[in-house]
């Protein structure tokens, strides 16, 4: 079974909104997981109870503890089991009723979740915790792709003239300035890009909008744009759950410090827009598993933040998409091929 750096990382898996007062199913990197909701925060186990193996999101939450629909095994939040109906009052429960307990967090209106035993650090927003800016949150938009394709997407400067014409690009201002990539505190910055954008957010303000990428992990990333002689400020941070090999769910928290008194939908509205033109394209990549082999496809001097992006995963040691198959899967996939 492999485990990469994704493992450590913190996922996100809903909207904090979503979750109330059941437990609910989620999964991450092909492993069902329960989250739940107690007095003290939000949770996250193992979607399986050590009895029978039933899914625990099933069960309910009582009294703060999480009880198995099945024999009502309950749990509390460290996962240890409190209390099984069944077993006569005079005898202890036995040591080994737990359950898997995974690190849990509630942060900027999503919950995230980290499966592996040395959490890297959750991502700083700070605009999401600013005074005078506005955050929404959009999605969760579900896509049939890898996370790393995805996120390649969203930082792509030069698909925007193309995919999304008449919005946030214009197919005769395609060319792309060169621009700079560092590695700074941890994540891969540029330098400002310019870009003319006919309608940049939806305002119809056509115009030259600077964009500023950065990559904050290998499956969260962002941009701000900024106008010279304006202090308006436009982000968009995308936030990606692989659920398993196949399937990805996006999350994008919108933030601007204009217009705060306006209503959010046809930002909401015009964000669902650009995303659905940009589905076809990801979902039609191959290989499915962004080929960090730099010899594998072909570059520009425009694709210098995502040749850096590729450079990252490749020393993080992330082979993307090397989560552990289970063996019905992996017959699956055998199969597949085989029948080519
Ligand atoms: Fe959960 Fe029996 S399977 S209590
Ligand atoms: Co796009």
């Not at 979503?18 to 007095?39: A, H, M, S, T, W």
């Not at 737990?98 to 942060?107: G, I, L, M, N, S």
């Not at 303000?205 to 950065?214: A, I, L, P, S, W």
Request: overall charge negative.
């Amino acid at each position: 079974m492999q485990q990469d750096r994704l493992w450590n990382e913190w996922h996100p898996v809903c909207k904090a909104e979503e979750l109330g007062d059941d437990p609910k199913q989620v999964q991450v990197l092909g492993e069902r997981v329960v989250i739940f909701r107690n007095e003290k925060g939000v949770h996250a186990f193992k979607d399986l109870c050590i009895h029978r193996g039933a899914a625990l999101s099933l069960g309910k939450v009582v009294d703060g503890k999480l009880v198995c629909a099945y024999h009502a095994w309950e749990y509390d939040e460290q996962g240890a089991c409190t209390k099984i109906p069944a077993l006569p009052c005079d005898r202890p429960i036995p040591k080994k009723a737990r359950a898997v307990v995974y690190h849990c967090e509630e942060y900027l209106g999503l919950i995230w979740v980290c499966l592996g035993d040395e959490p890297e650090e959750l991502i700083k927003y700070p605009e999401g915790e600013t005074e005078g800016y506005r955050t929404i949150v959009c999605g969760p938009y579900e896509v049939k792709a890898n996370a790393p394709r995805i996120i390649e997407n969203f930082i792509d400067v030069a698909h925007l003239m193309f995919v999304h014409e008449g919005m946030l690009g214009d197919a005769d201002h395609a060319e792309v300035v060169d621009y700079q990539v560092d590695f700074v505190d941890g994540r891969l910055i540029t330098s400002k890009i310019p870009v003319y954008q006919p309608n940049a957010d939806g305002r119809s303000k056509g115009g030259y909008t600077d964009y500023v990428y950065e990559v904050l992990c290998p499956t969260v990333a962002r941009f701000t744009k900024t106008t010279e002689g304006s202090d308006e400020e436009f982000t968009i941070l995308t936030a990606v759950n692989q659920e398993d090999h196949e399937q990805s769910r996006v999350f994008m928290l919108l933030t601007r410090n204009y217009e705060l008194d306006q209503p959010d939908e046809p930002y909401r509205e015009f964000q669902d827009t650009i995303f659905y033109q940009d589905l076809d394209v990801v979902e039609s990549q191959k290989p499915e598993l962004l080929p960090l082999d730099l010899q594998a496809e072909m570059h520009l001097k425009s694709d210098a933040l995502t040749i850096a992006y590729r450079r990252w995963l490749s020393e993080l040691g992330i082979e993307t998409g090397t989560i552990p198959l289970d063996e019905e899967k992996q017959n699956r996939l055998k199969n597949k091929a085989s029948v080519k």
